[in-house]
């Protein structure tokens, strides 16, 4: 079945360790997007990425990093310089038309 | 990117239509209007997008006016799974960063 993977879908850490949440598609997608989600609020935009090589960070790029050396994955790191990095982590990709987006179950980080 | 305005709940009754608008009153010439909805936990998905006067797909319509300042998506009948938070994206996809608002939270009670 077509779609993206995220995974871990639950993740814990302790506070100062750098952790990396994979995200895969199998869609054929050029673009790519990581969101941010606390609870009782809206997505945010941490880094999105339209090609391969190339990314732009979004609203929170602070203490998050990506990558993007292949177009089906697209792999963000928090690390230990993200002030408060318990969230929910959302993945999604698009097409180059219309622009829907598609998403991932998303990843859930505890930082104990 | 044009900034959306969206209540921030609605509550209403199975069987009922509900009409969520969102106000996004500097919209530019190439944005779409696209709605999104949200279960807890999981990942938005795709309702329904439009450009300009009307749109409908099985579950959802999508209003908007002439001068596309505000959009209203409209859910006929809507059922106790319609629970659910809403989002109205405003841009000009794909090759430009999608940021969502805060939504609009929809309880369907019996």
């Known amino acids: 079945d077509g779609g993206i993977t995220q995974s871990p879908k639950y993740l814990f850490r302790k506070e100062g360790q750098n952790v990396t949440l994979s995200c895969e598609q199998n869609?054929?997608?050029?673009?790519m997007y990581w969101y941010r989600q606390d609870p009782g609020q809206g997505l945010r935009l941490i880094y999105y990425?339209?090609?391969?090589?190339?990314?732009q960070k979004g609203d929170i790029a602070e203490g998050y990093s990506v990558s993007r050396e292949k177009k089906e994955s697209f792999p963000l790191t928090v690390t230990s310089a993200q002030k408060n990095p318990t969230a929910f982590y959302l993945c999604?990709?698009?097409?180059?038309?219309?622009?829907?987006?598609?998403f991932g179950e998303g990843s859930r980080l505890t930082v104990l | 990117l044009a900034k959306t305005t969206q209540p921030i709940s609605m509550d209403s009754y199975e069987g009922q239509e509900v009409n969520i608008t969102c106000s996004h009153n500097?919209?530019?010439?190439?944005?779409?209007i696209t709605w999104y909805q949200q279960f807890p936990s999981q990942g938005p998905r795709f309702i329904i997008q439009g450009y300009k006067t009307k749109v409908t797909n099985e579950v959802a319509s999508l209003f908007i006016p002439a001068d596309r300042k505000s959009s209203t998506l409209s859910l006929p009948r809507v059922s106790l799974s319609d629970t659910a938070v809403y989002y109205c994206?405003?841009?000009?996809?794909?090759?430009?960063?999608?940021?969502f608002g805060s939504g609009t939270r929809l309880q369907v009670q019996p």
């Open positions: 500097n919209i530019a010439t190439n944005d779409y």
């Open positions: 990425s339209q090609i391969v090589n190339d990314f």
């Open positions: 869609l054929n997608h050029d673009a």
């Open positions: 994206l405003v841009g000009d996809v794909p090759w430009r960063a999608l940021t």
């Open positions: 999604a990709s698009s097409p180059g038309s219309a622009g829907e987006l598609f």
